[in-house]
């Protein structure tokens, strides 16, 4: 089963579950999969086992939704339904080979020389040591900061290029979903498509400006998939305009094809007290195989980027809105 977050003017808020041709409500008791994955905790069951038992009779027409024709709009998939500021988004990088030559290329230019560059060190290291056996530590990998859970966007929501920024540019990653229960243990609740938006001409000015460039609006979803198989996954990424396709290319991610395996990711992410504090969200993006400005492609204003995961539902599709006007100054003021 595959559960999307909805919401209606009149109706409010649900969650639905998605099996096969047919989509139909959970009880309102399940608002938010927040709530239902709270109580599957509480209950000692599957997240899986607690959507089947609270699903309603009531069918919608999913197909419908996606489109944006329905009154019912998508959410995403996952979130802190009561505090935005709860849910951490961060992620990954330099777990897929792609993404490596592409900030390789990037470092190569900036020192004039070919020689191995960090990026391409850690890189190495994940090879070698990022897929430990079983409950043992590997090495630890590179990780990012995107923001709370303001800056997620819905299937259909645009993805915000600020006046401050140098570009934006779509990086088709999949996502996990985490839930810490009561006693501080990280419960991955599901997987899902993401689009980990970031500016990727600031970061190719220095590498070290990648911290502020991952400081952007990002798109998970449409689906949480409860039970996904991430040993190794196929996809597609495409900029549309003006209703033709633009760019494309085939992507893979999963296990098979990362220097790192899941449970390392996860690990070097929770070891962290501060991650784990009961009640929060995390939603954590795994890298990237490729995208378009890694090939050379300028993103356009009002472009709309399309992200298929193979086995994670349906697509997930969002505009891209690029601001135009000098950066506002934005300083603090003295009390």
């Not at 709530?35 to 899986?48: I, K, S």
Request: include cysteine; charge should be negative; hydrophobic fraction near 35%.
């Amino acid at each position: 089963m595959n559960l999307i977050q909805i919401q209606h003017p009149q109706f409010g808020r649900r969650v639905a579950g998605i099996e096969g041709e047919q989509t139909k409500l959970l009880s309102p008791e399940r608002a938010s999969v927040h709530e239902l994955a709270a109580a599957a905790v509480r209950n000692e069951r599957t997240l899986t086992q607690e959507a089947a038992d609270s699903l309603s009779d009531e069918t919608l027409d999913y197909d419908s939704i996606h489109a944006g024709e329905s009154p019912w709009k998508l959410l995403v998939p996952f979130d802190h339904p009561m505090e935005p500021s709860r849910c951490l988004v961060s992620g990954t990088g330099l777990t897929h080979k792609a993404s490596v030559d592409n900030r390789q290329a990037m470092h190569e230019a900036e020192a004039d020389v070919a020689a191995i560059t960090d990026s391409m060190r850690i890189y190495q290291w994940g090879l070698e040591g990022g897929k430990p056996s079983p409950g043992a530590v590997g090495v630890q990998p590179e990780w990012f900061y995107k923001g709370s859970g303001t800056i997620l966007r819905a299937h259909g929501q645009p993805l915000e290029t600020p006046p401050f920024a140098d570009d934006g540019g779509e990086e088709p990653e999949i996502a996990g979903a985490y839930l810490i229960d009561s006693e501080g243990r990280p419960r991955r609740i599901g997987l899902m498509m993401g689009n980990e938006f970031s500016d990727h001409i600031m970061e190719k000015k220095n590498y070290l400006y990648l911290a502020p460039s991952k400081l952007r609006t990002c798109s998970i979803g449409p689906e949480l998939v409860l039970d996904a198989d991430f040993s190794s996954v196929t996809g597609t990424v495409s900029i549309h305009r003006g209703g033709e396709t633009a760019w494309s290319r085939t992507v893979v991610t999963g296990q098979d094809n990362m220097s790192h395996s899941l449970e390392n990711l996860e690990h070097h992410h929770f070891k962290y007290p501060e991650h784990r504090r009961p009640g929060d969200v995390h939603i954590h993006f795994f890298g990237a195989d490729g995208f378009s400005f890694g090939e050379g492609f300028q993103i356009q204003d009002n472009d709309v980027a399309e992200v298929t995961w193979n086995g994670f539902g349906k697509p997930l599709r969002n505009p891209i809105q690029i601001a135009s006007g000098p950066e506002p100054f934005t300083p603090a003021i003295p009390l």
